[in-house]
C-alpha cells in the first residue's frame, strides 16, 4: 500500500465534509415524531373529571408482553371514581416489559388508556420502572404527569394513539373522519385523523364516493356520554 492509497481513503472523509448534514443536535434538537408515535402510557379521564377506567382487566388480558397488572373494586355508592359499576383500583405498568405495541389501546372499551408520544426516559432502579396508577391518572388539568426522568417536550401529550382515530371496522369508507370516542379531560373530544386522500391533498367530490350509511349500521347512530349523574 502506497502513500496514493492514503490519499484516496482520506478522498471519501474530505468529500463529504462539505455535504449537508443530516444530523441533529440531540438532544437539544429533536426531530418531529410521527403522529401515529407509541409513547409512554397515560390513563384518561372524562370532562367531568371521572375516570375512564373500569378495571375490566381486557389490557392486562391483552398485553403479549404481561407487563400489565390491573384490579378492579366496587365503585363507593357515595363518591364513584368512574361511571360505571367498578373502577381500577391497581393499574401498574412494568417499563421493562412493555413493547409498546398498543394493543392495550385496542382492547380497553372506554378509551381509558392511550399512549403518549413520550419515550425518552430512562430509570435507575426496577421500582421507577414500574409505573402506578397513581403516575398513570392524568391530573386535574387532563395533562400527563411528568416526572423528574421524562423528557417531555411541545406536542408529546397531543392527539395520544392518533392510529386509533384512523382505524375502520371491516375497513368500510363510512367511517373516515367519524367521531366514535368520548371527550377527555382537558382536550375535549379529539379530532380524527385525516383520510389518505386527505392527507395526500387529493379530495374527492360527495358525488364521488357512494356509501350506504345504513347498510354499515351508523346511520344516526350516537356516541353520547352523559356522566353528571354520576353513577349509571
Known amino acids: 500500500m502506497g502513500l496514493a492509497d492514503y490519499f484516496k481513503g482520506f478522498a471519501i472523509p474530505f468529500k463529504v465534509m462539505f455535504e449537508r448534514r443530516v444530523t441533529t443536535e440531540y438532544p437539544e434538537v429533536k426531530r418531529p415524531k410521527s403522529v401515529r408515535h407509541h409513547g409512554r402510557h397515560v390513563l384518561n379521564r372524562y370532562e367531568d373529571g371521572m375516570e375512564k377506567c373500569i378495571g375490566c382487566e381486557l389490557c392486562a388480558g391483552v398485553c403479549p ?8 373494586a366496587d365503585n363507593p355508592t357515595d363518591d364513584p371514581v368512574s361511571p360505571g359499576e367498578r373502577y381500577g383500583f391497581v393499574y401498574e405498568i412494568n417499563y421493562l416489559r412493555c413493547i409498546h405495541c398498543d394493543l392495550c389501546v385496542e382492547a380497553c372499551p372506554t378509551e381509558a388508556i392511550t399512549e403518549s408520544k413520550l419515550f425518552e426516559f430512562s430509570f435507575t432502579s426496577r421500582q421507577d420502572a414500574i409505573y402506578t396508577k397513581r403516575e398513570l391518572v392524568v391530573g386535574d388539568d ?6 423528574p426522568w421524562e423528557d ?3 406536542g408529546d401529550d397531543t392527539h395520544t394513539s392518533a392510529w386509533m382515530r384512523a382505524t375502520s371496522p371491516s375497513g368500510s369508507a363510512a367511517y373516515t373522519g367519524r367521531v366514535a370516542w368520548s371527550g377527555e379531560l382537558g382536550y375535549g373530544v379529539r379530532a380524527p385523523e385525516p383520510s389518505q386522500l ?3 391533498g387529493d379530495h374527492l367530490a360527495p358525488d364521488d364516493i357512494n356509501i350506504d350509511l ?5 346511520l344516526g347512530a350516537t356516541h353520547d356520554h352523559d356522566h353528571s349523574g354520576g353513577h349509571q
Open 198 to 200: 386527505e392527507a395526500d
Open 214 to 218: 345504513a347498510d354499515d349500521g351508523i
Open 152 to 154: 417531555w417536550r411541545d
Open 65 to 72: 408482553a404481561r407487563c400489565i397488572y390491573v384490579r378492579g
Open 142 to 147: 387532563g395533562k400527563p404527569q411528568q416526572l
